[in-house]
């Protein structure tokens, strides 16, 4: 029966890992020079993975492959079970809605929205994470309230303001709160300390393991600042396991 068979698939899905790349090539302008090159990435759920690399070394692409925001022509990309080398446009967008949180490394707010508006978007796009936000906190208003009071956010008058009245540490709070809204099962986050002073930074990456730890979810997480990589499950280096980077050293030094 065709219900049966929907339960199955979604509890198949569930025992699959959060991430898994297989023999992919990704180039942002075709034809040109691949940016990343993976023979195999697996991340398992409930993982905190630190991604470590250079500048330019295709970090943020990789997030954006693992978002859907970027699809690879050549090789297989499952995330949460889901291959999104196959799944069209409108579909990773409501895929990423449901199931992901992204802070991004620019913020991406809208910033005539207030901060508590911001925050709530993701329930105006999924009704999954609407109502999960119901569960953990009544509504989708005091969920929000919730996180942001965690982010040391809820001063008077700073849930009502528009975003663009906040400082940049603050902004980036806001991006915080808008990706843990919901419990999505995959958190990325992109250089998401980068604005913090030393104690918010400690308060902050507290949070964001409580947010994981609770809820079970995937935590991917770039960053510079190395001295963060030991609180980590696992450290992900970038320029060695992407082999467009090889590539390139190579040649370099043959002069091609
Ligand atoms: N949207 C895009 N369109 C075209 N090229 C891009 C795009 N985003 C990134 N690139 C290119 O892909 C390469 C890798 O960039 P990426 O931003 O992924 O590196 P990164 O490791 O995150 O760098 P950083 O640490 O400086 O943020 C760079 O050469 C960059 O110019």
Redesign the pocket.
């Known amino acids: 029966m065709a219900w049966s068979r929907t339960l199955n698939s979604d509890s198949d899905t569930q025992r699959q890992p959060a991430v898994e790349i297989r023999d992919l090539t990704f180039r942002?302008?075709e034809p040109g020079p691949p940016?990343l090159r993976l023979d195999h990435l697996r991340i398992e759920r409930g993982e905190r993975v630190f991604v470590a690399?250079?500048?330019?070394?295709?970090?943020?692409?990789?997030l954006n492959l693992l978002a859907g925001v970027a699809v690879p022509r050549q090789g297989s990309l499952r995330v949460l079970g889901r291959p999104l080398e196959a799944t069209g446009g409108a579909r990773r967008d409501h895929f990423r809605a449901d199931h992901i949180g992204y802070i991004f490394?620019m913020f991406n707010l809208i910033l005539y929205l207030s901060v508590l508006e911001n925050v709530q978007l993701p329930c105006h796009f999924s009704r999954i994470r609407r109502e999960r936000a119901r569960r953990r906190s009544g509504t989708p208003t005091a969920e929000a309230r919730r996180l942001l009071k965690q982010l040391d956010m809820a001063d008077a008058g700073c849930p009502d303001s528009p975003v663009n009245a906040l400082s940049v540490g603050q902004q980036q709070r806001v991006a915080a709160a808008r990706a843990f809204m919901g419990a999505p099962e995959l958190l990325i986050a992109d250089?998401p300390t980068s604005s913090l002073d030393a104690d918010r930074r400690t308060a902050f990456i507290q949070l964001l393991f409580q947010e994981c730890a609770d809820s079970g979810a995937t935590l991917v997480f770039?960053s510079?600042d190395n001295t963060l990589a030991p609180l980590f499950d696992r450290t992900l280096s970038?320029a060695a396991l992407n082999r467009a980077t090889a590539d390139r050293e190579t040649a370099l030094q043959s002069g091609s």
């Open positions: 942002w302008t940016v690399g250079p500048s330019g070394s295709g970090k943020t692409t990789l490394q250089e770039v510079h970038l």
